[in-house]
């Protein structure tokens, strides 16, 4: 005979079962509606967890652990995956359903860096069902990214921008995109360097933490996006003349004084270079700088050390990248020999 229902001193009426071997209780103001909870609660749990809950438990564990810079593309490739998937059960989610889903963002011309990352974060919360909802395999394990992404290519600095870039240095945003060039600093990395953080006499430029704005005007200092990130770089002697004349206290930034530069004013400085006809990006100039590193001849291993590359692959992917570039220019060249 079933267990009668216990009403409590609160008025409120309550049933406690065990489901799956968990007790659980059901509480209500009217016996119907502890029926009706229990049923929904059957209902849920014979379907097990959605995709939007696992989504917004495995974001709110990741959020934290993300760099601010990090954190807004895999918020984005999270929602877009819970748009796809929505109340899907995790139980149902298929192999062939990931897949589609990663074909989707192939036609619409996402690179392949794009659609890596958002299979990432897939795969990640599909990890997270697996791991604290007890559910059996991860689908998106058996999944390969699409074959022939479109791969985005670096846009390299020209020559006359480079020229004039040097032709800069004795004016404020000169010297600003020409301490970029020199070093080949993140943005970030770059701001936050103090006059304390460089050496002239060991000829040395120790990067120690990085400035992340997460959509805000000022910046916060924190440490920088890897391991690697923390390094030393050589203080070039063409850095160093230009340089040190502008030479402030110990503590102060070298962009920006007694706090670093903000994003406002950084946006200010691209934007003036604009107008004058200057189009670049502090991307291009770390660019810049790891084919400074190609040309002299400088070996992978240590690029990466310089360029604070977590993987190798990523330098690698560079090098090869202007190695080609050089073929090309020798192909051309050879073209225009008339023998």
């Known amino acids: 005979m079933a267990k009668k229902m216990y009403r409590r001193p609160d008025g409120l009426y309550e049933k406690k079962l065990v489901i799956n071997g968990k007790r659980v209780a059901f509480r209500a103001r009217t016996e119907r509606e502890v029926m009706q909870k229990i049923a929904a609660y059957k209902e849920r749990d014979e379907i097990g967890p959605i995709f939007n809950d696992m989504a917004a438990e495995w974001w709110e564990y990741k959020e934290p652990r993300l760099s601010p810079n990090t954190a807004p593309n895999y918020r984005l490739a999270m929602r877009r995956a819970a748009e796809q998937f929505d109340h899907e059960p995790m139980k149902d989610l298929t192999p062939v359903a990931i897949k589609a889903y990663l074909d989707r963002l192939v036609r619409q011309g996402y690179a392949r860096r ?20 007890n559910i059996m395999h991860n689908p998106a394990d058996l999944v390969k990214l699409p074959d022939k992404l479109p791969q985005a290519r670096r846009k390299m600095p020209q020559p006359k ?27 970030g990395e770059a701001l936050a360097i103090q006059w304390g953080d460089i050496d002239p006499q ?120 202007l190695r080609d570039k050089k073929l090309l220019e020798a192909a051309q060249a050879l073209n225009k020999i008339d023998l």
């Open 114 to 133: 794009t659609v890596n990352q958002h299979f990432v974060v897939l795969r990640e919360i599909c990890s997270w069902a697996c791991e604290n909802h």
């Open 161 to 187: 921008q480079i020229e004039r870039i040097k032709n800069m240095s004795d004016t404020k945003d000169g010297l600003f995109l020409n301490f970029l060039m020199y070093t080949g600093l993140r943005l």
């Open 202 to 321: 060991a000829e040395m430029l120790h990067v120690r933490r990085s400035l992340y704005f997460a959509g805000k005007n000022q910046g916060e200092l924190k440490a920088p996006k890897s391991e690697s990130g923390n390094r030393d770089v050589i203080y070039l002697k063409k850095l160093q003349a230009i340089l040190e004349p502008h030479r402030g206290p110990q503590n102060a930034f070298v962009f920006g004084g007694d706090k670093p530069l903000s994003k406002r004013a950084y946006y200010c400085i691209l934007e003036r270079c604009r107008r004058d006809g200057l189009d670049i990006t502090p991307h291009q100039l770390r660019h810049a700088f790891a084919t400074l590193c190609f040309e002299a001849g400088i070996p992978e291993k240590t690029a990466q050390g310089l360029l604070g590359h977590a993987q190798i692959s990523t330098t690698m992917d560079i090098y090869a990248e």
